[in-house]
């Protein structure tokens, strides 16, 4: 496995590389993000992985300066993995200081998490626009964990007719349900047992829909259900959208993804789930 | 030559090719897009031109409708020239219904033709992005007629980590100094006249400069006096800039440029040039 830290560097080392496979990541890994190194490694003759904790994607409240990073150990864990190179760059080498183009998806970036931390898709579809035309990889794998980034960036492709394969994966989940997420570090062993909440709404949430409920206020209603009276809890957002245009639905019909995010203590954290209809 | 005309039948047409040059036109072909068409024809194996009126870097109250078109005439002039390839897309195979993402640049596209145009630099950063993610080219070829464009698609592609070389070409020109653009078409006889008014302008900043004149003030007031007071001729701007940031100059030092836009009539013209340092 191979370490470039820039641009040129990267050029270099994928010269000549085919079938290119491409996981980009902000680092401090997990289980999640070393299951789509392994997939990329399965599905591509070169597999390449980015490390990158991208400023122009976090608010200027938020956790930006103290955002985990263990390089050495994301080396460790991908070598294991059997990733071909790392690319793991300083800001100054993708931001010169007078940077000044940027990409923005309008549509389905708006509600959500969009609606909340204004300017994060912006600048997580300007680096990943920026790191695909670094690695030119013919595939490239999210997680399903960011469900709305999976899908803002699958439309950014479309629309910027982009030539890669945007691959969304299974989100990857502690024993107790709790989603994978480099920012559970964050968490005291109070808030990490009140996180459960989350895939415990996301649970409540699937079987009203599989018991027949149709109405998403029922079941996002169940969801909160899940989540304690507890002042450390403060829920953002629930909501029951179309998986594809992320707009909410008023009748459960056919396919449906419930998305939430929740502050537990100073951490945020999101989680989301497909609904299958019973009945 | 050969005509494609949606993004898959240009997939397959380009597949396999090397070296591949590209000059993306709104059509109407004069004898400045004819120069970059060669040119581009002489540096590359593989000759590609566009023609596509792009409907988003037009404003509501611009021209979008009556911009000249004549694809026959235009494909006739390119094999002429030798090109390879041209593609001529329709609006609606470049933008889906519900295409949602968007390409800016926020520091030179600001001033000049951008302060007058909301949302032009953006349909133009947009669609060159995708045209030249379709094409794929090695250089592409551009016009210094435009040159705030050529400077914004310059930062873009070093922004966006591009892999493409931006060629900025000459202005071609009538034999009385009228810079070629497929607006002339718009003049009647009498604005055409008014229009040197444009090149003119130049050259008197030019002599000024030249004479070792160093105040932007009175260079700029020079090029004025070449502009005749007729209800007809309106200046939109002439401004004295640094020919990298585009930054109006507060003395001329070392390179500076001339820009200037001018209504004549309805028809909007613009031109610039260097200044040399005289003196």
Known sequence: MRLVR????????LKGAQQVGFVPTMGYLHK????????CRRDNRTAVVSIFVNPTQFGPSEDLSRYPRDLNGDLELLRSAGVDLVFAPEPSHMYPSD????????????????ARRPGHFRGVCTVVLKLFNLVKPDRAYFGEKDY???????RMVRDLNMDVDVIGCPIVRE???????????????????LALCLSRAIQRAQEEALKGERSPKRIIDAAL???????????????LVDPETL?????????????????VGTTRLIDNGPLSLGG
């Open 175 to 193: 024993e107790d349900g709790l989603a994978m997420s480099s920012r559970n570090v964050y968490l005291s062993p109070e808030e990490r047992e």
């Open 32 to 39: 999640g993000h070393l299951s789509l190194a392994e997939r």
């Open 99 to 114: 940077f000044s183009t940027w990409v923005e998806e309008t549509s389905l970036s708006k509600g959500l998490c969009g």
């Open 6 to 13: 820039t641009p040129e560097e990267l050029k270099i080392a």
């Open 148 to 154: 709305q980034q999976l899908k803002v960036i699958q």
């Open 247 to 263: 707009e909410d639905l008023d009748e459960l019909r056919s396919a449906a993804r419930i998305l939430l995010a929740v502050r």
């Open 225 to 239: 259900s899940a989540v304690p009276e507890d002042p450390r809890v403060q829920v953002e957002y629930v909501n």
